[in-house]
């Protein structure tokens, strides 16, 4: 069985999505394996909607098996999300090819970029070019144009393309395993776009739009705007889920996050992840004059420090996240839903024997102990948070009730 791997959020589940799933099978795909983010995104920000209700929307869109990212990869920086994406999907010894959206629209460019990332002199200019003030992708940017040329620093300037090459550089990384990327070239509107892409009659290829701009349309109750951009069967998961009061509001964060930051000791500032140059004392300031998140954003952020950085170390304090969790090797392997096909290849992968525990029940991962103890302890209390964003916020526990989703079974 040739099993095939994506890493996503499905924040939601859209057509550009979807596309990507087709192209996978029709490069040989028996079975689509996706490991997503949970609750909580790579952008430092809640899900509009639970891990349970995106993986049931991608398994009924022709995804076979899913796998949860756990919470600190999922909300980490783009190197640690990928290195922890790749490396949950290497853990399945079935899995041969890891597939993504790409600007690019093939390998060989990125493969020249992260050539150019290996370069000796790379870490000096970069250094010295972060010294100058600029953020560190600006700076990794124009370091690798000026060591390379501008053609190898190209794909850092695209979102899709700048992904692609850590999941490049994790592949590379990987002891022992070959497992073949296939770049499929990004269709219709671009990561973040601020308008929608409908081909004109005749063009071929869905209408697509960029996920925030859904979520924009979602949370505005615009569902009949954001409809012809997802597929029907995404589309009556996330009706059903809304009707069911299972979709957050991410704008119930602000408070709660407001004070667990306020009661925060100074010290425990420079105890949170992803921090350089005295940025907690920045942040410590912040928070203190700060009468809302959008406003001590805007206090703490500068052209160094970019929102969705900071809102990641913001996160870390609010659900706790451990400064270097994001590096640690994976403990465990949680499943949240498959098809038949799905059972099958995971089937499979038990027989070749896994490296890794496996279970969808959080329950016992973390009865495990240890690293996997601690970690499904972490998800539990994060699940509980994000409980809160709910029209009528749910009990705690949530995390441990969670069944396997089964769809297609008789």
């Known amino acids: 069985m040739r099993i095939t791997g994506i890493i996503a959020e499905y924040n939601p589940f859209h057509n550009g999505h979807l596309f990507l799933v087709q192209a996978a099978r029709r490069a040989g795909a028996d079975a689509v394996a996706v490991v997503i983010g949970g609750n909580w995104l790579q952008r430092g920000e809640p899900a509009l909607f639970p891990k349970e209700v995106r993986a049931r929307a991608a398994l009924r869109c022709g995804v076979d098996l899913v796998l949860e990212l756990p919470l600190p990869y999922a909300a980490a920086p783009a190197r640690q999300f990928a290195g922890g994406g790749v490396a949950a999907l290497a853990s399945l010894p079935g899995l041969d090819t890891l597939a993504f959206g790409c600007e690019s629209g093939g390998i060989p460019p990125l493969l020249r970029c992260v050539q150019a990332l290996d370069h000796p002199a790379l870490d000096g200019e970069l250094r010295r070019l972060m010294g100058a003030g600029l953020p560190y992708a600006a700076a990794r940017q124009q370091a690798v144009a000026a060591l390379a040329g501008e053609e190898a620093a190209a794909p850092l300037s695209r979102p899709n393309d700048t992904l692609a090459v850590q999941y490049l550089q994790a592949l590379t990384a990987l002891p022992g395993r070959e497992i073949r990327p296939l770049a499929v070239p990004r269709q219709g509107a671009g990561h973040n776009s601020a308008a929608p892409s409908c081909p004109a009659p005749g063009e071929g290829g869905p209408p697509t739009a960029s996920a925030s701009w859904i979520r924009g349309r979602l949370m505005a109750g615009d569902w009949q705007g954001a409809a012809g951009f997802l597929p029907a069967a995404s589309l009556r998961t996330l009706e059903e889920a809304a009707r069911a009061g299972r979709m957050a509001d991410p704008a119930r964060l602000e408070l709660p996050l407001l004070a667990v930051l306020r009661r925060m000791p100074r010290e425990e500032f420079a105890r949170l992840p992803d921090l350089s140059e005295g940025l907690e004392h920045r942040l410590w300031g912040a928070v203190r004059q700060g009468k809302s998140l959008s406003e001590l954003l805007a206090l703490a952020g500068t ?83 994000y409980g809160l964003l709910y029209p009528v916020p749910e009990c705690c526990g949530g995390e441990y009730r969670l069944p396997l989703i089964k769809e297609g079974f008789l």
């Open 303 to 385: 052209k160094r420090y970019p929102t969705a950085r900071l809102r990641r170390i913001l996160l870390a304090a609010y659900l706790g996240i451990p400064a270097g969790a994001d590096r640690r090797p994976l403990p465990y392997l949680r499943v949240l839903g498959m098809t038949p096909r799905g059972a099958e290849a995971l089937a499979v992968c038990r027989r070749a024997g896994m490296a890794l525990p496996v279970s969808h029940s959080l329950s016992r991962l973390k009865g495990l102990g240890g690293e996997a103890g601690g970690l499904a302890e972490l998800e539990g209390r994060a699940g509980d948070l």
